[in-house]
């Protein structure tokens, strides 16, 4: 018998016995009609799961390598309003670029989204470190104007976000390069 599909609010009806697709226009949401052999109604609810979950495992990969990320700050700098060595450390350096490698591999599918989880990744540990050490501790925007508050803001984003940015984004892309090879030699094993 078949089903008609509407292609506006996706709804499903199953024709009965006798009835024909040519016996309906439309919809009654006044969507388009098109008959389809079997209902394919738990595709679409499969897909925003999947999505949804996706998402999350995305998210939580860029929050560890975020995390991975501001072990440089507790070991090399405690309080970095005060100490520079952060930034003269190759293990900075590493353990940022292992920060966004750690989130494209958890939640990263194409090359895109390696550069992206790595990129955020040094955003998040950035602003945290921004806010704890510049905002809440040091009070460093309390005493000046708007502008100098901008400003200063800007610098900090700079060296605090955008320089470990750049070697988690390349950590980020060693990671989905990873993430695929591993993906490839168990899809191998397991046709084998």
Same mark, same amino acid.
């Given at each position: 018998?078949?089903?008609?599909?509407?292609?506006?609010?996706?709804?499903?009806?199953?024709?009965?016995?006798?009835?024909?697709?040519?016996?309906?226009?439309?919809?009654?949401?006044?969507?388009?009609?098109?008959?389809?052999?079997?209902?394919?109604?738990?595709?679409?609810?499969?897909?925003? %799961?999947?999505?949804?979950?996706?998402?999350?495992?995305?998210?939580?990969?860029?929050?560890?390598?975020?995390? %991975?990320?501001?072990?440089?700050?507790?070991?090399?700098?405690?309080?970095?309003?005060?100490?520079?060595?952060?930034?003269?450390?190759?293990?900075?350096?590493?353990?940022?670029?292992?920060?966004?490698?750690?989130?494209?591999?958890?939640?990263?599918?194409?090359?895109?989204? =390696?550069?992206?989880?790595?990129?955020?990744?040094?955003?998040?540990?950035?602003?945290?470190?921004? %806010?704890?050490?510049?905002?809440?501790?040091?009070?460093?925007?309390?005493?000046?104007?708007?502008?100098?508050?901008?400003?200063?803001?800007?610098?900090?984003?700079?060296?605090?976000?955008?320089?470990?940015? %750049?070697?988690?984004?390349?950590?980020?892309?060693? =990671?989905?390069?990873?993430?695929?090879?591993?993906?490839?030699?168990?899809?191998?094993?397991?046709?084998?």
């Amino acid at each position: 018998m078949g089903y008609l599909n509407c292609e506006k609010c996706n709804g499903y009806y199953e024709l009965k016995e006798g009835e024909s697709p040519k016996d309906f226009d439309k919809c009654q949401c006044g969507g388009e009609l098109r008959y389809v052999e079997t209902a394919d109604v738990n595709s679409d609810s499969l897909k925003k %799961i999947n999505s949804s979950s996706n998402n999350i495992i995305r998210i939580a990969g860029v929050l560890f390598g975020a995390s %991975i990320m501001l072990i440089p700050y507790y070991l090399y700098s405690p309080f970095p309003t005060s100490s520079s060595l952060v930034f003269i450390n190759i293990d900075s350096f590493l353990l940022w670029g292992v920060g966004g490698l750690a989130a494209a591999f958890i939640g990263g599918e194409k090359l895109s989204d =390696g550069a992206a989880d790595g990129f955020y990744s040094a955003m998040i540990s950035g602003l945290i470190v921004i %806010i704890i050490f510049y905002v809440l501790l040091a009070h460093s925007f309390s005493n000046s104007s708007l502008i100098n508050n901008i400003a200063f803001f800007a610098i900090l984003i700079l060296f605090y976000s955008l320089i470990p940015g %750049i070697f988690s984004i390349i950590g980020g892309l060693i =990671g989905i390069v990873i993430r695929t090879t591993v993906n490839l030699l168990i899809k191998n094993l397991t046709h084998s």
